[in-house]
């Protein structure tokens, strides 16, 4: 009896047979440097003996690359191009991929069908490696790209133990900084518009924003918290809220210079003037944030250049031969005073 079963093998009868985990099995099939000979003369052997050999594996274990990198971002369209924070990004990566002559792919997953397909594409063969920005957490796509034995970096994490290779600003100092420039100001009753709290850089800058307070001495207040979705309109909303509960509020810390922009429409019909009555800080430092009127105290992050360090990240997984170590770069950010406050 050979070993070859009926009807098409499975990569989990293939991972049966080589005795392996099935991540591994899609490791070896799609060329990655990451397993050892011994491991990959078993797959090697379990693939031959059960008849598991697509096109697509095979040219992946002849070692071929596409040259190509995917970038994705789970988000909708009019987030994407309404938010600098995503094009200062796509910048960055793109002119460090530009050095490297590698194709930039631009993928959005809005769905879990989308996000179903894309895996599909990925286990074509048809990129090199993977760059994911703006995860939400339990999002289980880093690690299903990872399943499939392609090298990906995210741009922030999913938590605090993130196992997959990130680059991240420091979003706890970020919040900190911010609220101890609010003080030096003289403002005692400091609120803050947070972002998404699915998403680690939300939890962090709220953290920071706590840390701050304690360390001015102000006590925790919960009434003046308040989530947005980094919006301008989830900005707008969340500053109408903490209006309506904290009327006597001065001055608001906004996870994003594009909710501290809809915070500041909702100042402004609620007759209160920015910063002589409610002093602004934002985070990003983008052109959202030199435009406004005034214009806007910002905790900078340096975006660009986070792009640029994912890519060279990434290439580096393409090319290395060694064992995947997950890498962390947190780089430091920086508080830009304007008028604001």
Do not use: C
């Not at 990566?93 to 631009?106: F, G, H, Y």
């Not at 970096?153 to 420039?181: C, F, K, L, Q």
């Not at 210079?257 to 019909?269: I, K, Q, S, W």
């Not at 209160?272 to 435009?291: F, I, K, Q, T, W």
């Amino acid at each position: 009896m050979n070993g070859r079963q009926s009807g098409r093998p499975t990569l989990e009868q293939v991972a049966a047979r080589a005795g392996v985990g099935r991540g591994t099995v899609s490791r070896v099939i799609n060329g990655s440097p990451r397993v050892s000979e011994r491991t990959r003369t078993a797959v090697a052997r379990a693939v031959a003996e059960l008849g598991y050999v697509p096109n697509q594996a095979a040219r992946a274990l002849a070692g071929s690359r596409t040259d190509a990198i995917a970038l994705v971002i789970p988000e909708a369209e009019a987030r994407l191009f309404a938010e600098p924070y995503f094009l200062d990004l796509i910048r960055g990566v793109s002119a460090e991929l530009a050095d490297d002559d590698k194709q930039l792919l631009l993928t959005l997953v809005r769905s879990e069908q989308e996000r179903q397909r894309f895996e599909q594409y990925l286990a074509a063969q048809r990129v090199d490696g993977v760059l994911l920005a703006s995860v939400h957490g339990g999002d289980p796509l880093p690690d299903r790209v990872r399943d499939l034995g392609l090298p990906v970096v995210m741009n922030g994490r999913r938590t605090e133990a993130e196992p997959v290779p990130y680059v991240d600003s420091d979003n706890i100092g970020a919040g900190r900084a911010a609220v101890a420039h609010l003080v030096a100001r003289g403002r005692s009753r400091i609120a803050t518009v947070a972002g998404p709290l699915d998403m680690y850089v939300a939890r962090a800058r709220l953290g920071g924003y706590r840390a701050g307070l304690t360390e001015a001495g102000l006590p925790p207040d919960e009434g003046l918290v308040s989530a947005g979705d980094f919006t301008e309109e989830g900005g707008r909303r969340a500053m109408r809220e903490l209006l309506d509960r904290r009327p006597d509020l001065d001055a608001v810390f906004a996870a994003s210079d594009v909710m501290a922009a809809g915070a500041r429409g909702a100042l402004r019909e609620a007759g209160r003037r920015v910063p002589e009555d409610v002093a602004l800080v934002g985070v990003d430092d983008s052109a959202v944030a030199r435009l406004m009127d005034p214009p806007l105290t910002s905790v900078r992050q340096p975006i660009e250049e986070m792009g640029r360090t994912m890519a060279r990240m990434l290439l580096r997984d393409i090319a290395t031969t060694g064992p995947e170590e997950p890498r962390r770069h947190v780089l430091p950010t920086e508080l830009i005073v304007r008028e604001s406050s």
